[in-house]
């Protein structure tokens, strides 16, 4: 059994010394190891509360609520056993009694590096998603945006350059670094998004990072089920076939009774989502697949807990990117096969320091092909033919990690340090092959013509090497830094990259009412294997063509080449395997933090972020009738957000969270991401510095959950922004005006999910329920369009298509 259980009593003394329950008070249990996110709960009107499936180990206990003196003690989660721990708690008023080294450091629980969001496990089950996926649930925290075609992006920069943790190893595409491994939501504890994380361990990204931790395996018998009723298809009066099915379990149990523990979370996934504004049968993308989490965890003694996790993650994308103005022929099929394994340590040493080491492997196989040989037709009313290339990876990648944490030292205030080091490597082969892409006048004539030339063989390796050292040091009660640095070198960029960090908290009053947080730090990027790999694709060779089909001109090769800068103009490399140069990031953040009440808390913050050396892909065109597709270091992007975020916690039942963010994002948008993934893109303009695609400049969002009449529960969601920027183009898809200087409509989504839990006759464990609701989204009808007429020479100019639909649905699950 390698969980405990934790329960205690929150009381106070009256003026007559008698003690009386406090309720609400807000319990809080850190752990001292890396990678378990912090447990929350709150004391009930008589003052009683527990937390139960806590993994055994050290922990750090807090107690506060307003009025009161916060309470923070040292403690240790023995496997098996029910820890009591009753806590008295002292009115503010006698504080001066107390002498200052008693009092606990009031900044220690704030930290100075909060996360943007926190979701548990409850939260993760009921937000209202078209998918209960991860990737569908992020969206939720300000600063995270999800476009039209899927692709996330936190603090205005793509997935790919940002980074995603699963128990604290990477857990990104080897080859692109998107969020393609994914995780069923029923094994998870908790989800940490950071658009600023400063701790000096993290890196190998410029944009933000999730964390993602995993649930221990149970101590005993346990199963959930969910999603269990597939949805019907109709049309026409008629039933033809499942339109989704996605039904979860999740299960475990001790293999060896104090020993050894399991559980595994399986979700199998068919979805056939419909475009509207197509005919059928021809109007449904479809996506196949299932991922499975296998997790040991082994208890090899007090102070020794071990765990082996396997991940299976296989995906088929049908008609990938269907849209009113794609039809199936023209679409993309993509793919994906592949596995992780995880294993890693934790020990504790009698002197207080913590040791964790983990080691991840990762192999992936990705795949994407059009549906026939025939010529792409980009026309100004969409497109025709086939998707242009084929295009298969196989990649790898291994990970050691290892961090010592030192027990806390006294010198001038306490000390919290900790070293560690980090190495990766990842490589791939692959091949991509492309046929002729034809772009058409309106009156259907040829305009231009791309060739390319024999099919590549693609193939890139990159290892990366980091060394670091922090330390969170508490000045006063009221004053803590943190103060971070971190070595990143790497084979394919800079051998040698420091990238110094800084964390700040201070508490403004002597309650912690308000918290003034802020902190600036440099990160550097992998480089994405997409890089050195460049110059082994197809070449392009474009022909321009007059009226009656005639070339106007010799067709123009042009040759796929790398350069970096050197004294300050590009120099063109011999090939990309040594690119020399690594993205770089510098973000600075400030959040001031005041509650109002034990309840209510209200957050401002601002955010700056900088990144330089990002790779980019500019078309150039030389004497004598030649070209070069020229890929540099030239890349810049920035953005600028103010957030304000207000909170309501009466309890685990009661609670909501509404933010405005205010935000400008721009940069160069020829980036290697955005020119390769998810498709290539078939015709590659002059890079512009301009608008990013997640540029809105406003947004209001917000989720909770409520405890309604005769014992239902009702969790909403809204999301109301800035409409989706896009480009007007010409007849050979220049930019007309500036880029990204267009907008959707303004975009509103109001959704939301009822359901009323059942106790069962039968049970694994006490506390299983049956779960019955309704769900809906898009509630209003808004009809969100997903696509518009952008070509300026088209008949339909300037209408938006393919609109949005409500959708509802019927909640099944058995749950805890």
Known sequence: MSTGTLRGATTALNPQGQAFPVGGVAIKLTANAPGLAPMTTYSNESGQYELQDIPAGPYTLEATIEGFKPVKREITITAGQTLTEDIRIQFLEIRQKVEVRETAPIVSTQGTNPATQTLQT???????????????????????????????????????????????????????????????????????????????????????????????????????MHDLNPSIRGKEGDLVGFARATPRISFGFPVLKDKVNFSESFLYELRKPDVRGLAWPNDSKKTQGYNSISHFQFLLSQRNVASLTVNLFPRRYQWADLNVLIPRPATADMGQKGYSIEGSDTYQFRSGGILHTLFAYTNMDGYAHGHGPEDMLLTPTGIGGNYFNTLSRNSHQ???????????????????MMFGTDIIHRDFTGASQSHPVLILRNDGTAAERTDFSAPGNLSASDTTAAVFGQDHWIFTNRLAATLGLRYFGTTDGNAVNFAPRLGMVYALDQSARTVLQGGIGMFYDRTPLLAPSFADNPTRIITPLDLSGTPMGPPVPYLNQ??????????????????????????????????????????????????????????????????????????SSRYHEYEFTLDYRAGENANFSVSYVRSKGQGDLNTTDNIFVPLEIPVIRPDVYANLPSDFPNRLSGFGLFKMPLGFMLSPSVDLHSGFPYSNVDVLQNY?????????????????????????????????????????????????????????????????????????????????
């Not at 992006?153 to 857990?171: H, N, R, T, Y």
């Not at 006490?766 to 509630?779: A, M, N, Q, V």
Request: overall charge positive.
């Open 562 to 635: 790398c350069s970096r800068i050197v004294g300050g103009s590009p120099q063109i490399l011999p090939d990309c395997s040594d690119l020399g140069s690594t993205p770089r990031n510098l973000t600075w953040r400030i959040q001031l933090t005041h509650r109002f009440s034990r309840k209510v808390t209200a957050k401002f913050s601002t955010l700056y972020s900088h990144t330089t050396r990002l790779f980019i892909i500019n078309p150039v065109t030389g004497p004598a009738g030649k070209g070069t597709l020229l890929l540099s270091n030239l890349g």
């Open 398 to 416: 291994e990970e050691g990690q290892s961090i010592f944490n030192l027990p806390a030292k006294r010198w001038s205030g306490t000390h919290e």
């Open 122 to 224: 409850k939260q993760l089950l009921t937000i209202p998603v078209v998918q209960q996926e991860l990737k569908q649930e992020l969206p939720v925290t300000p600063g995270v945006v999800q476009l039209q075609s899927g692709k996330l992006f936190i603090k205005g920069v793509p997935e790919s350059e940002s980074m995603l943790l699963l128990d604290s190893a990477q857990a990104v595409d080897p080859v692109t670094g998107t969020y393609s491994i994914d995780v069923p939501i029923d094994a998870i504890q908790s989800v940490e998004v950071y658009k600023a994380p400063f701790g000096a361990q993290y890196g190998g990204f410029v944009g933000g990072m999730t964390s993602v931790e995993l649930k221990a395996p149970p101590s005993q018998w346990s199963l959930t």
């Open 736 to 816: 007309v005006g500036k880029a990204n200087s267009q907008r959707y409509p303004i975009f509103f989504s109001l959704n939301w999910r009822l359901y009323r839990d059942f106790p069962l006759p039968f049970h694994f464990h006490p506390g299983h329920k049956f779960r019955f609701g309704i769900y809906s989204i898009d509630t209003t009808g808004r009809q969100n369009p997903t696509a518009v007429y952008n070509n300026i020479t088209s008949p339909m100019f300037g209408q938006f298509a393919g609109l949005g639909k409500r959708i509802n649905g019927i909640v099944i699950e058995f749950a805890d």
